[in-house]
């Protein structure tokens, strides 16, 4: 079946580790996005990628990297700048940001916490 | 910047109720989505609208992108324990961004 894969779906870090979360998808999107969600609170665009090698800042990009070298995958690191990383974090994929009314298709979700 | 309120925050209703829910925004938007978030899951697409004035129905929801383009709403008729969780609008025209969304409660 096509879909979302992240992995893992809980993940603890210790305070100055940097720590990636995995994203894989097999539904030949062009885009992916990363988003962060808080406790009842909505999702924030972290980082979106709408081609292999590129990648745009969202709203909250600061202490987190990603990486695009593969259509398929699309990883997000969260890195010892990050001050409060304490969150479930959502990686979804869309056909082409180009038509940016196509819908966005959602992983499962990583729940990161620091130990 | 864009400015995007959906209400009502959350909702408290026993089975067999029915759900109204909206999102309104300062902006135009060509696309009006709406997802559903079960606990621990990722969003999943409800229903998507294309086209103001369009009212699309999936199974027992309902949802409609208002003639301005700066509104959506989302019925659920005869809601049931499993619909339970949290509802996102998402309107889309180039970069925007999601509602904070409605959680519902359905008591049996």
């Known amino acids: 079946d096509g879909g979302i894969t992240q992995s893992p779906k809980y993940l603890f870090r210790k305070e100055g580790q940097n720590v990636t979360l995995s994203c894989e998808q097999n539904?030949?999107?062009?885009?992916m996005y990363w988003y962060r969600q808080d406790p009842g609170q909505g999702l924030r665009l972290i980082y979106y990628s709408q081609i292999v090698n590129d990648f745009q800042k969202g709203d909250i990009a600061e202490g987190y990297s990603v990486s695009r070298e593969k259509k398929e995958s699309f990883p997000l690191t969260v890195t010892s700048a990050q001050k409060n990383p304490t969150a479930f974090y959502l990686c979804?994929?869309?056909?082409?940001?180009?038509?940016?009314?196509?819908?966005?298709?959602f992983g499962d979700g990583t729940r990161l916490s620091i130990l | 910047g864009q400015q995007l309120n959906q209400s009502p925050q959350s909702m408290f209703i026993q089975e067999g109720e029915d759900v109204s829910m909206n999102c309104t925004s300062s902006s135009i938007f060509n696309t009006w989505l709406w997802y559903k978030q079960d606990p621990g899951e990722g969003p999943v697409l409800l229903i998507a609208?294309?086209?103001?004035?369009e009212l699309t129905s999936n199974g027992r929801l309902t949802a409609q992108f208002g003639i301005t383009r700066k509104d959506s709403f989302l019925n659920i008729s005869a809601s049931i324990p499993s619909d339970v969780g949290i509802y996102f609008c998402f309107p889309r025209a180039g970069k925007s961004t999601f509602g904070d969304g409605t959680t519902l409660t359905v008591k049996p």
């Open positions: 539904l030949n999107h062009d885009a």
């Open positions: 609208l294309y086209k103001a004035g």
């Open positions: 979804a994929s869309s056909i082409t940001v180009r038509y940016s009314n196509q819908p966005q298709h």
